[in-house]
C-alpha cells in the first residue's frame, strides 16, 4: 500500500463544510473543496485543503464527496445540474460516493437518491445534529441512510 493519503471533496466550504473538512484533514485525507463563493474557498484553503476551480475538477480528483451546500435546490443542481458531479464523471469511472450533510427536504432527496443510476453516484444522506463547531470538534452526530454498498 502506498503512502499516499486518500481524497476527499468537498462542496460547499462554509461553516458546515469546513467542520467536516476539518475533521477529515485531522483523520489523515487530503481535501479538495470547491465553493461558488471564492472568500470562502479561499478561506478553506487556508486551513489545509486544496481548492477546486469547478466542481467537474473535484469529480475527477476524488471518489468520495461531501455535499455542504444549502439546501436541496443546490444539492440536485451539484450532482444533475449542467456542470454537476454526473456529468463531470468519465463514461468507465467507477460510482462516486456522495455524502450529504445538507439540510434537505426528505422526499425530494429520497426522489434524487432513487432517481440516480447506481453505476455513476451511490448517494448517501448524512444529516448532521449539531452546529458547525460541533462537527468540527467531533461532538455532532450524523445520521445515515443510503445503500449498504456505499
Not at 427536504?105 to 448517494?123: C, E, K, S, Y
Request: glycine share 10%; proline share 5%; charged share 20%.
Amino acid at each position: 500500500m502506498s503512502g499516499e493519503r486518500q481524497s476527499v471533496g468537498i462542496i460547499g466550504t462554509g461553516l458546515m463544510g469546513s467542520a467536516c473538512s476539518r475533521r477529515l484533514v485531522e483523520a489523515g485525507f487530503d481535501v479538495v473543496g470547491y465553493d461558488v463563493d471564492t472568500a470562502k474557498l479561499a478561506r478553506f484553503e487556508q486551513s489545509d485543503g486544496r481548492a477546486a476551480r469547478s466542481i467537474e475538477d473535484v469529480a475527477r480528483a476524488c471518489r468520495k464527496v461531501v455535499l455542504a451546500v444549502f439546501n436541496t435546490d443546490q444539492v440536485e443542481e451539484v450532482i444533475e445540474g449542467r456542470h454537476g458531479l454526473l456529468s463531470a464523471l468519465p463514461p468507465a469511472a467507477p460510482p462516486l460516493i456522495a455524502i450529504c450533510v445538507s439540510t434537505c427536504d426528505p422526499d425530494r432527496i429520497a426522489a434524487l437518491a432513487a432517481r440516480l443510476p447506481a453505476d455513476r453516484v451511490l448517494f448517501v444522506e448524512s444529516p448532521v445534529s449539531g452546529t458547525s463547531a460541533q462537527t468540527a470538534s467531533g461532538d455532532a452526530l450524523g445520521l445515515i441512510g443510503g445503500e449498504p454498498a456505499a
